[in-house]
């Protein structure tokens, strides 16, 4: 006997796709989910420049997008943590945009576009849920370069700590005990500093007693002094 999966059974329901459907519609939304698909750490989940066939929820671990600039060196543009969509960026253009891969052992549930469509006919809060993900796109694009332009150093990797800490509490995790999904080099690649800054930084918080660091475990100690370095009010679904 073959046992189905359902979202009603995945413990992100409360925080993915099915958020956006009433209780007696989440078997729609099951006939048309691809369930499963694991990446290997490297992995690409597509490449920029491939068709748009798909967006997909994170299920477990880890995925960054990137482009590639004209150097041919990854740009670091953004991490999604299990509960959120990736490939949005593709619904526009026909293609996707940047290319998405693995940090982690991670797994995904692909939903091909078309049959969302179709599906978002029927079920407009479905739909609205979707034209708020795209917005949150945008919104996050626009709040990446400003973040970028003028914050400093120890203002970047604060927002990202508080970005990271209310996506974990989204999920019903600590706000307060993280593990970072990337490296310190990726993290310094989407925040455009050195990775010897984020390294220094990091250790000078952790003395100071703003954080506590092992490795990729962090504790936050002192959430106001992270607070009043990453005032700028940043989008929690992507960054």
């Known amino acids: 006997?073959?046992?189905?999966?359902?979202?009603?059974?995945?413990?992100?329901?409360?925080?993915?796709?099915?958020?956006?459907?009433?209780?007696?519609?989440?078997?729609?939304?099951?006939?048309?989910?691809?369930?499963?698909?694991?990446?290997?750490?490297?992995?690409?989940?597509?490449?920029?420049?491939?068709?748009?066939?798909?967006?997909y929820a994170v299920r477990s671990g880890a995925i960054k997008t990137y482009s590639l600039t004209e150097e041919g060196e990854q740009q670091i543009t953004g991490f999604y943590?299990?509960?959120?969509?990736?490939?949005?960026?593709?619904?526009?253009?026909?293609?996707?945009?940047?290319?998405?891969?693995?940090?982690?052992?991670?797994?995904?549930?692909?939903?091909?576009?078309?049959?969302?469509?179709?599906?978002s006919l029927q079920i407009p809060s479905l739909q609205r849920h979707f034209f708020k993900l795209m917005s949150q796109e945008i919104k996050s694009d626009r709040e990446l370069h400003m973040?970028?332009?003028?914050?400093?150093?120890?203002?970047?990797?604060?927002?990202?700590?508080?970005?990271?800490?209310?996506?974990?509490?989204?999920?019903?995790?600590?706000?307060?005990?993280?593990?970072?999904?990337?490296?310190?080099?990726?993290?310094?690649?989407?925040?455009?500093?050195a990775v010897e800054t984020v390294s220094r930084i990091m250790t000078r918080l952790h003395n100071e007693g703003v954080l506590r660091v092992q490795g990729r475990e962090v504790d936050i100690q002192d959430r106001d002094h992270l607070c009043r370095h990453g005032e700028l009010r940043l989008n929690v679904q992507n960054l």
């Open 1 to 55: 006997m073959v046992q189905t999966v359902s979202c009603n059974d995945c413990n992100l329901s409360a925080v993915c796709l099915p958020l956006a459907v009433a209780p007696d519609q989440v078997e729609q939304l099951d006939n048309i989910l691809k369930r499963g698909r694991s990446l290997k750490p490297g992995e690409h989940l597509y490449n920029a420049r491939d068709p748009f066939r798909s967006v």
């Open 81 to 119: 943590l299990p509960g959120e969509v990736v490939g949005m960026d593709g619904i526009s253009t026909a293609y996707y945009a940047s290319s998405a891969q693995a940090l982690e052992t991670s797994s995904v549930c692909e939903v091909p576009f078309e049959h969302m469509e179709a599906l």
């Open 147 to 193: 973040l970028l332009s003028r914050k400093s150093a120890e203002d970047r990797i604060a927002a990202l700590l508080l970005s990271l800490s209310a996506r974990a509490h989204r999920r019903g995790l600590s706000a307060h005990q993280l593990r970072l999904p990337m490296p310190r080099n990726e993290m310094a690649n989407y925040l455009g500093l």
